[in-house]
């Protein structure tokens, strides 16, 4: 159950969460910089960013309930994760919250957010 007043549930939901990663992955599956850290079939890392986006923006804990605790670091560190790839992995994101018409102020909130956890998550630099 999502919390009230959550970004999940100003946004729309799980209709908003799935536009985005639909649009998401469709821009990963395109990107020169990020296919070499991608599996060639995208669906799994769709279901889990989709579960992991959900939880994120204040909805259900789904990603906790299958997977346990994110440790997002921990988990990617078996992918060279550089400001580039960053960069690029947060102009998909972009382009996929306007696809999905996330509207202000949940648009730069949930990038300001996403910027600080990209941040984090690199781990080689160019």
Known sequence: MAQPG???????????VDKIIDSLYKHIGNHEKLIPIFPEDLQESA???RLFLTQFFG????????RGHPMLKRRHLEFEITPERRDAWLDCMDKALHEAEIEEPYLTAILERLTMTADHMVNTME
């Open 59 to 66: 909805g259900p804990p789904l990603y906790l309930e299958e």
């Open 6 to 16: 959550t970004i999940f549930e100003a946004i729309g939901g799980q209709q908003a």
């Open 47 to 49: 279901r889990k960013q």
